[in-house]
């Protein structure tokens, strides 16, 4: 299994290097490792958490309709069942290749904005949001019959989710807005710059890998679906 993950993971990787995945993710961060160093420290602190929320949220959304979409057309992932490599793995290698991205984007801008940080609580928060949202993605793709169709549906479903997070300003039981993975993973990337309760992140952490492990169940019963109906599924 661990061998067949690795060279899909190879092969995910390579693709989306050859389809300017890769060059898109370093213009973006340049413009943000541009606007942070412009910005005052007080500001560019500020700032920088967002950033980082906003590279595993919206841009795997985004990467990830692209690369089902594009797979679907090819007539790839019809093909997968038939394959060696299950569902689970080619899951799998979706969401480690494109967090791979997003975890080496995030550590550049942190680095060149000069940012102090938690390198362990960084990383985590980086995985578990940018999984979540690669399958929340994976999901919306799966039934969608064009690339329009798709970015239709993910534009509303991205309003929905951010609402959440301005809970952050702070109101009497905003604390229960934590149970939103959006809200969990912009708290988390929020306690990574300016220190954190151990508990209220804890919380976080938790609700957060919930959510993944409830997303990758949903998922992985979708494309079996999906494969058993032969790329007809409507979802």
Known sequence: MKSRIWAAFQLDALFQFRSGFYAIYIIISLIYIIIVNTLPTKWGAVAV???????????GFFFIGGLVM??????????VSVTPLSEVEYLLSKIISLNAIALLA???IVIFTHQSFN?????????????????????VALSSHSINQYFGKIILLMLLIIIPVFSLIGFPFSQLFYIFPSTASAKLMIDTFFGFQLLDTLVCLFILLAW????????????KSYAIAGGAENG
């Open 49 to 59: 958490p967002f950033m980082i929320f906003s590279d595993p949220s919206v841009l």
């Open 70 to 79: 594009l797979e679907k057309g090819q007539g790839i992932l019809d093909l």
């Open 106 to 108: 995030s550590l550049a």
């Open 119 to 139: 390198l362990i609580l960084l990383i985590l928060s980086v995985i578990l949001s940018s999984s979540f949202f690669t399958m929340f993605g994976f999901s």
């Open 212 to 223: 993944n492990c409830l997303i990758f169940i949903h998922v992985i019963k979708k494309f």
